[in-house]
């Protein structure tokens, strides 16, 4: 089997932390990195539509920009392509701030090995395809049953539609906050407990013996793009039976 290839943008105005990354990024019998550098933003955005990056690691300390304007910046001009923040010690929290901006994540500097970047690289690739996919499922939902959509997005219970093999296709703002992890995160996952069409059951979500969190789940059986799904909401206390009438109000 042929070794993938992967194409790294780097932005970071500091020729040794380039020269070290590069270092890292040699090739293996799995992967081969083509990486790319540029000292400044401007010039880095500008190489990503014909570089076409899988990944942009970004220095949020460059001469133009600094802090999180250069990652709202850098954002702006990415498009779909995951951003992964290099950080130096002091600004660890504004990397922090840009990952909740929508950064994959980040790496401090002098703080990571070769098998930490690598790792972290293919995940950030791997978060921002499922998240692609989640976003694209969600058109697709909002063009078949607008109406399913639009409730879904504002409801506050959780919602998540899992396939037959109890992997989560979508799940909405309430879910992610129920289970306690990004939406990005729960979409791809597998539910860890057997799924009871049609009935509530309480599902432990946190196995804290000293703190356990416990959600009432209530599921129904739907068609989503042709696929019988499992479309479950959950709730902290008693299920009021949001989902029946969800569904009765798109004729499922």
Known sequence: MAAQTLRILVIED???DVRLLEEMLVPTSDVQYEVQS????????????DFEPAVILLDLGLGETQGLDTFTAAQEGAGDVPIVILSGLGDEMVATAAV??????????GEFEEQRLRRTIRYSIERQRRAATAEERIRTLAAEEPGFADIV??????VIVADSTRKVLFANPAAAELFTVAVDDLVGSELEFNVRPGASQMVQIREDPRNPKYLEAHSAQA???????????????????FLRRLLNSIGL
């Open 223 to 241: 068609v989503w793009s042709g696929s019988d799904v499992h479309v479950l909401t959950f709730r902290e206390g008693e299920h009021i039976g």
């Open 14 to 16: 500091n020729p040794g």
């Open 38 to 49: 540029f000292g400044n933003l401007s010039d880095g955005l500008a190489a990503v539509s």
């Open 100 to 109: 909740g901006q929508g950064a994959q994540d980040y790496l401090v500097k």
């Open 153 to 158: 997005m504002n409801q506050p219970d959780g």
